[in-house]
């Protein structure tokens, strides 16, 4: 056999993967362009006790939540040193598709490709369905004899977004889209705070380092149930920025 005949195979399977992927490129891009710009501040400060107090927290925050929310709250209690290794937080939209999901993941070498078939035509035009997983480490020390705070934290956070796009009519359709949206951010902090008045007013300043980056992968249902899942990934640019955050607390008394 020459060498270009061994060569006919490949480019075979290259040439089905590049029909495979080129409309879901455009899908991807068409989603990227709809995509609303992100709130950033809406990615980091997900405290739950901020959530149910309707994010009427930046007053009362204080130790490690202060680093994300106001770093004048680093002095709200005294003489207190915290190290916390590693916060971890995972939020899922509940329902059967996480149980399928899951349920299909343990299939793993032992489902058929009609388990894959079943599980897509289920979802097939579904909207998207939301996952997000959160890790924060983070050093906090008060000194009540200076009125005097300090604090570095590390936080990782992904969010993933899983959508499923109808390219035709209802119904199961093996030109159909699986797309996740992947959101993941990187992010540094060291704040600091102090009192003055007497303990009248409390101030803090913080300083963010952060990397951001949105990525798409994704595959029409047939290839991910004749490859078994192989994703084609569409990478976007990373956004690295440096921020600064001041914050203060102002305490008064309405006694006579």
Same mark, same amino acid.
């Given at each position: 056999m020459?060498?270009? @005949?061994s060569?006919v195979p490949?480019?075979k399977?290259?040439?089905r993967?590049?029909?495979?992927? &080129?409309?879901l490129?455009? &899908?991807a ?5 709809? !995509?609303?710009p992100l709130d950033?501040?809406s990615?980091y400060r $997900?405290e739950?006790r901020a959530?149910? %107090?309707?994010? &009427?927290f !930046?007053?009362v925050?204080r ?8 770093p004048a709250? +680093? $002095?709200?209690?005294?003489?207190d040193f915290?190290?916390? +290794? +590693?916060?971890l937080?995972?939020?899922?939209e509940a ?8 349920a299909l *993941?343990?299939l793993?070498?032992s ?5 894959v078939? @079943?599980y +897509?035509?289920k979802?097939?035009g579904?909207?998207?369905?939301? $996952?997000?997983g959160q890790?924060?480490?983070s050093i906090?020390s008060n000194?009540?004899?200076?009125n ?9 956070q992904?969010?993933?977004s899983? !959508?499923f796009?109808d ?9 159909d889209?699986?797309?996740v949206s992947?959101? @993941?951010?990187q %992010?540094?902090?060291v704040s600091?705070?102090f009192?003055i008045l007497?303990g *009248?007013?409390l101030?803090g300043?913080s300083?963010k @380092?952060?990397?951001? *980056? ?7 249902f ?6 078994g899942g192989?994703l084609v990934?569409v990478?976007?640019p $990373? ?6 955050d001041l914050g ?5 008394s309405?006694a006579?």
């Amino acid at each position: 056999m020459s060498r270009i @005949d061994s060569l006919v195979p490949f480019i075979k399977r290259m040439g089905r993967v590049v029909c495979i992927a &080129a409309p879901l490129m455009l &899908a991807a891009a068409q989603l990227w362009a709809q !995509t609303i710009p992100l709130d950033l501040e809406s990615l980091y400060r $997900v405290e739950l006790r901020a959530l149910a %107090m309707g994010n &009427a927290f !930046t007053p009362v925050a204080r130790g490690e939540s202060a680093l994300l929310y106001n770093p004048a709250g +680093l $002095v709200q209690y005294r003489d207190d040193f915290k190290f916390d +290794l +590693l916060s971890l937080r995972l939020d899922a939209e509940a329902g059967p598709f996480f149980r399928d999901t899951l349920a299909l *993941q343990k299939l793993s070498g032992s489902g058929s490709s009609q388990d894959v078939h @079943d599980y +897509l035509a289920k979802y097939d035009g579904t909207p998207s369905k939301q $996952v997000m997983g959160q890790g924060f480490s983070s050093i906090v020390s008060n000194n009540g004899a200076h009125n005097f705070g300090f604090g570095i934290g590390s936080l990782a956070q992904t969010r993933y977004s899983f !959508t499923f796009v109808d390219q035709g009519p209802p119904g199961f359709d093996a030109n159909d889209q699986l797309l996740v949206s992947a959101i @993941d951010l990187q %992010m540094n902090v060291v704040s600091v705070g102090f009192q003055i008045l007497d303990g *009248q007013l409390l101030v803090g300043l913080s300083y963010k @380092d952060i990397a951001l *980056q949105q990525q798409i992968f994704g595959a029409s249902f047939d290839f991910v149930v004749n490859s078994g899942g192989v994703l084609v990934g569409v990478g976007g640019p $990373v956004y690295r920025a440096n921020a600064y955050d001041l914050g203060f607390i102002w305490r008064y008394s309405t006694a006579p």
